[in-house]
């Protein structure tokens, strides 16, 4: 970004400060999001929208039901218990798996 550009800019927010259009504002105060490594734009969108529509990934979703599996597991008291726990883990880390490198390919350019 070249200097005047960046003076022009600091410019306007002091004066939005100044005549007080950047209070109130929601998210005052707080960090800034952190923007994820997406450099495709629609890809950028299309997360935002789905992150705003509570919509969650394949991925997150095996994440947390194999969270609860290998606590299901750790409670066991059976061997066979355990060990339909330990088939439910074995799948669901199949599946987390692949859900995360069809995300990768995905994401590749």
Do not use: C
């Not at 707080?30 to 789905?50: F, H, N, Q, W």
């Amino acid at each position: 970004m070249s200097r005047s550009f960046r003076q022009l800019t600091e410019q306007q927010i002091q004066k939005a400060l100044a005549e007080g259009q950047l209070s109130d504002l929601s998210g005052e105060g707080k960090p800034l999001p952190r923007r994820s490594g997406v450099t495709d734009m629609a890809t950028e969108v299309a997360t935002r929208i789905m992150a705003e529509a509570g919509a969650l990934p394949e991925e997150f979703k095996l994440k947390k039901a194999l969270e609860a599996a290998r606590a299901t597991h750790a409670a066991a008291v059976t061997e066979d218990e355990r060990r339909l726990a330990m088939a439910l883990i074995a799948d669901l880390e199949l599946r987390y798996n692949i859900a995360r490198e069809a995300r990768r390919k995905f994401m590749q350019p």
